[in-house]
């Protein structure tokens, strides 16, 4: 297999996506992993959802082991109260600790948050959805964004480039994005009612690439792909976008899967921020 954008580190439990930390030395970007936690069944180890049911306590605790790793202070995060929509929503240092502590406390009903502020930094949480990350190298435009196929039929990857384009004057072609760790073609069966969807954002033709038939009414969809089809059509060059070929349900070893354990299941984090002393 060859190396993903996203190489783990040696303590396991976050990796990084090399591409942009290598172009970007003051870039803090990755994405956790199930292990180095506290947590127990069914949310070992490094369960860092607040929302799943598992001890408060634990998940301070991992989200403290995340924060050493990364050099990065609880007191420096921002997270989100995530609802599968595809509102976008700028942060500054006024929101720092949001939904650090308490899930209900993160960014009111937000699936996409971004900022140009240093020393934050920015998560969500995922379990199979697909992390979508943002960024402008020489403006230090940064952002993330939860593409569950909700989200992704509402769009949010073009909401976020859009939103980018028009409020933060930097045009399409800048902005790079990468597609995370998230659950693949191989082990996602949809119905009718998410194709049609799928149909609907992108039309058609454009949509036929996205999903295959595996019997009447049931097919296997990349979710990833998708979300790439719609960062093109918000204007991103091909090659400005980078994909993980992680799938969170084959990587048992690696993720918490919200599909293949069945609902009883921990959360990573994607995250992102820009160091600057
Ligand atoms: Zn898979």
New binding site residues.
């Given amino acids: 297999m060859n190396p993903d954008i996203f190489q783990l580190n040696e303590h396991e439990s976050t990796m990084t996506l090399q591409k942009w930390t290598e172009e970007s030395k003051d870039l803090i970007v990755g994405f956790t992993t199930k292990n180095g936690g506290v947590s127990h069944h069914p949310f070992a180890s490094l369960n860092l959802g607040l929302h799943v049911n598992d001890e408060k306590e634990k998940v301070i605790q991992n989200r403290q082991i995340v924060s050493d790793n990364l050099n990065m202070s609880l007191s420096q995060w921002i997270c989100a109260e995530q609802v599968h929509e595809n509102k976008i929503v700028k942060v500054t240092t006024r929101d720092v600790e949001k939904g650090v502590y308490e899930y209900k406390d993160g960014v009111q009903a937000t699936d996409g948050i971004y900022t140009n502020e240093p020393n934050l930094l920015l998560s969500l949480c995922f379990a199979d959805c697909v992390p979508l990350y943002f960024f402008v190298p020489n403006q230090s435009l940064i952002g993330l964004a939860h593409a569950g196929w909700k989200g992704t039929v509402k769009d949010i990857a073009g909401n976020m480039i859009r939103k980018w384009v028009h409020e933060e004057n930097v045009l399409a072609k800048e902005i790079f994005v990468a597609i995370g760790p998230s659950?693949?073609?191989?082990?996602?069966v949809v119905d009718d009612r998410v194709i049609e969807e799928v149909r609907h954002v992108l039309g058609y033709e454009d949509s036929a690439v996205s999903y295959q038939i595996v019997s009447e009414g049931q097919y296997a969809l990349d979710l990833k792909e998708v979300n790439k089809l719609l960062i093109q059509k918000a204007g991103v060059p091909t090659e400005n976008i980078i994909t993980s070929s992680y799938?969170?349900?084959?990587?048992e070893e690696l993720f918490f899967s919200h599909r293949?354990d069945k609902g009883q299941t921990g959360r990573m984090l994607s995250y992102i921020g820009f160091r600057e002393d």
């Fill in positions: 659950i693949g073609d191989c082990c996602y799938c969170t349900s084959c990587h293949r």
